[in-house]
């Protein structure tokens, strides 16, 4: 298999892997209402983004622009590549804007849960919200691998 190929798969399984894993692991605690385990989730939330997704970004982001180059694809018009390119960003900024900054909160609403030992309702909201922002970020890079997959036009 081509290298750039496989840098880009390995990429691809590190990034959607970890959205998709860490939404889980982070829904699981909460469920719990335990605010020492969630707290060590929304913890491992935001380390596992620069262990597995920002490193995954960077490998998908190289070894896609090297193969589009290669394969002399435009980024001119409406196209499958185009409008992956968009989907990315976009989930991009979603991630930025709003996923990180919300984690940041949950991780400090949640170090106060332990200290009062229930759940606030700042975390509550913050979570809520991490949730609805989390789901659009997961879903948009799963219709990028299908167009990936498919390059229907």
């Excluded at 409406?78 to 900024?93: D, E, M, R, Y």
């Excluded at 991630?95 to 991780?107: D, E, G, H, S, T």
């Excluded at 949640?110 to 975390?123: K, P, Q, V």
């Excluded at 979570?127 to 997959?149: D, E, H, K």
Aim: glycine share 6%.
């Amino acid at each position: 298999m081509n290298l750039w190929i496989t840098l880009h798969l390995i990429g691809v399984v590190l990034f959607v892997g970890n959205i998709v894993t860490a939404a889980f692991w982070k829904v699981r605690a909460d469920l719990t209402k335990n605010p020492v385990e969630i707290h060590s989730a929304v913890k491992n939330v935001m380390f596992a983004d620069y262990v597995f997704t920002i490193p995954g970004l960077a490998l998908i982001i190289v070894s896609g622009s090297v193969m589009a180059a290669r394969a002399g694809f435009s980024l001119s018009g409406l196209n499958w590549l185009t409008l992956s390119l968009i989907l990315l960003a976009v989930t991009g900024i979603i991630w930025a804007a709003v996923l990180i900054p919300l984690q940041r909160r949950m991780i400090w609403y949640s170090a106060e849960c332990i200290e009062i030992g229930s759940i606030s309702m700042s975390y509550r909201d913050a979570s809520r919200s991490w949730a609805i922002f989390g789901i659009a970020a997961t879903l948009l890079p799963l219709v990028i691998l299908y167009l990936m997959v498919m390059k229907g036009f």
